[in-house]
């Protein structure tokens, strides 16, 4: 089994620290410590639908567990009807898994363990599409993730029948760091920055991401196209971390996170808190 290893962002970071702060044409000033401990977690049920065929997610992430599963984004209805993105397993690999793994189940193959580093993940899904792969994709650092499994690691990925609709950017709950309404929620155990999600459109990796003296770094993602339900989480406001930048005032509310949840710890400024 692969590990990746986030040695992308560790060049970047020295060369961060050669060249000084004008290495990122792009800054992120803040990110969200979330942890199992205090049991921190966001949500927010939109008052209605959006695309529901067709989004994309994209987070810097670091992680500071491993071993155990941890889910990152969760659209809940029961425990046959959600979604589960960013879903960290015990392996150290990820899934995207929606409709209860019924209609969707992406698993990397490679596990993810680097507590040192910031990695961007990106999943951007489209069930209109008539390739089932490219139904659901997964980037990793820019590249996109193609060697992939089902979730018990038995077999192919499973994709989506086309057209199909997914619970998330429902006028549902959908929670950040846990799995929401049902036993066994597994927090979310890190750090999240530049949390970015888009209701209505796959994008690539590059909306959000370049490559820079061979070190994939984060820019200005503007000109998104956030769609009804999209959001933009900067975690800016220490009082406020759930705040959305994206003009949609799709706020979430933090819960057990207070001011000592907002880091200074980010892909383009490097441990600070």
Same mark, same amino acid.
């Given at each position: 089994?692969?590990?990746?290893?986030?040695?992308?962002?560790?060049?970047?970071?020295?060369?961060?620290?050669?060249?000084?702060?004008?290495?990122?044409?792009?800054?992120? +000033?803040?990110?969200?410590?979330?942890?199992?401990?205090?049991?921190?977690?966001?949500?927010?049920?939109?008052? =209605?639908?959006? /695309?529901?065929?067709?989004?994309?997610?994209?987070?810097?992430?670091?992680?500071?567990?491993?071993?155990?599963?941890?889910?990152?984004? @969760?659209?809940?209805?029961?425990?046959?009807?959600?979604?589960?993105?960013?879903?960290?397993?015990? $392996?150290?690999?990820?899934?995207?898994?929606?409709?209860?793994?019924? /209609?969707?189940?992406?698993?990397?193959?490679?596990?993810?363990?680097?507590?040192?580093?910031?990695?961007?993940?990106?999943?951007?899904?489209?069930?209109?599409?008539?390739?089932?792969?490219?139904?659901?994709?997964?980037?990793?650092?820019?590249?996109?993730?193609? *060697?992939?499994?089902?979730?018990?690691?038995?077999?192919?990925?499973?994709?989506? #029948?086309?057209?199909? +609709?997914?619970?998330? @950017?429902?006028?549902?709950?959908?929670?950040?760091?846990?799995?929401?309404? &049902?036993?066994?929620?597994?927090?979310?155990?890190? &750090?999240?920055? +530049?949390?970015?999600?888009?209701?209505?459109?796959?994008?690539?990796?590059?909306?959000?991401?370049?490559?820079?003296?061979?070190?994939?770094?984060?820019?200005?993602?503007?000109?998104?196209?956030?769609?009804?339900?999209?959001?933009?989480?900067?975690? +800016?406001?220490?009082?406020?971390?759930?705040? *959305?930048?994206?003009?949609?005032?799709?706020?979430? $509310?933090?819960?057990?996170?207070?001011?000592?949840?907002? #880091?200074?710890?980010?892909?383009?400024?490097?441990?600070? =808190?």
């Amino acid at each position: 089994m692969g590990v990746f290893q986030n040695n992308l962002l560790a060049g970047a970071a020295a060369a961060a620290s050669a060249g000084g702060g004008s290495f990122y044409s792009y800054q992120i +000033e803040n990110s969200a410590r979330f942890d199992s401990g205090s049991s921190s977690y966001m949500n927010q049920t939109f008052s =209605g639908a959006g /695309n529901r065929r067709t989004g994309t997610l994209s987070a810097w992430i670091k992680r500071t567990g491993f071993g155990s599963q941890m889910l990152v984004f @969760n659209a809940h209805i029961n425990n046959g009807d959600q979604d589960q993105l960013f879903n960290f397993l015990s $392996t150290d690999k990820v899934t995207a898994w929606f409709d209860g793994a019924n /209609n969707g189940d992406v698993v990397t193959k490679g596990a993810h363990r680097d507590a040192a580093g910031w990695g961007h993940f990106v999943l951007a899904w489209d069930t209109t599409q008539g390739t089932a792969s490219n139904r659901i994709k997964w980037y990793l650092n820019g590249t996109q993730i193609t *060697d992939v499994e089902n979730y018990n690691g038995s077999g192919a990925a499973f994709y989506p #029948s086309q057209d199909l +609709e997914f619970w998330f @950017n429902g006028a549902y709950e959908h929670a950040i760091g846990r799995r929401t309404a &049902y036993s066994g929620q597994h927090y979310f155990d890190g &750090y999240l920055a +530049e949390v970015i999600s888009v209701d209505g459109t796959q994008y690539t990796a590059s909306q959000f991401g370049e490559t820079k003296n061979g070190v994939w770094i984060p820019k200005d993602p503007s000109g998104t196209s956030f769609g009804t339900n999209g959001f933009h989480l900067k975690f +800016e406001n220490a009082s406020d971390l759930g705040n *959305d930048s994206s003009g949609n005032n799709n706020d979430f $509310t933090a819960n057990n996170m207070g001011a000592d949840h907002q #880091s200074i710890d980010t892909p383009t400024t490097g441990a600070g =808190g």
